[in-house]
């Protein structure tokens, strides 16, 4: 049974950083896409970062050189560094992996919730200014 929790969305003023994290348990394939995804109100979910077992990361343009996607494979855990955020950054934040192994992080730009198989419950990005 594969679990994925994210944690540490919240309220954070325009300019400012959150970590986001991810705690992925029983997953034993061998190979991955890790993704963070996000979506805001009345808008389509959207694929944000992705990370695959060979290390390549793939990144959508509005978040490049902001966010960075990082996995720590001792303690299985997905991170997602967010630094100058933007009102538009507002939005429900889920992680996704895919056991798949002819995807890659690339694959996660454009991604459906049909591509990824696991999904977390979400938490939530608040950006104020």
């Known amino acids: 049974f594969v679990n994925l929790e994210e944690s540490g969305g919240g309220s954070v003023q325009a300019g400012g950083s959150l970590t986001l994290s991810c705690t992925i348990s029983g997953y034993t394939y061998p190979q991955y896409v890790m993704a963070w995804f996000r979506q805001a109100p009345g808008k389509e979910r959207e694929g944000v970062a992705g990370?695959?077992?060979?290390?390549?990361?793939s990144y959508l343009n509005a978040v490049k050189g902001r966010f960075t996607i990082s996995k720590e494979n001792a303690s299985n855990r997905l991170s997602l560094q967010m630094n100058g955020l933007q009102l538009e950054d507002t939005a429900m934040y889920y992680c996704?992996?895919?056991?798949?192994?002819?995807?890659?992080?690339?694959?996660?730009?454009?991604?459906?919730?049909?591509?990824?198989?696991?999904w977390g419950q979400g938490t939530q990005v608040t950006v104020s200014s």
């Open positions: 996704a992996a895919d056991p798949d192994p002819a995807m890659r992080a690339e694959h996660t730009l454009g991604a459906s919730r049909d591509d990824f198989q696991f």
């Open positions: 990370i695959d077992s060979l290390g390549r990361t």
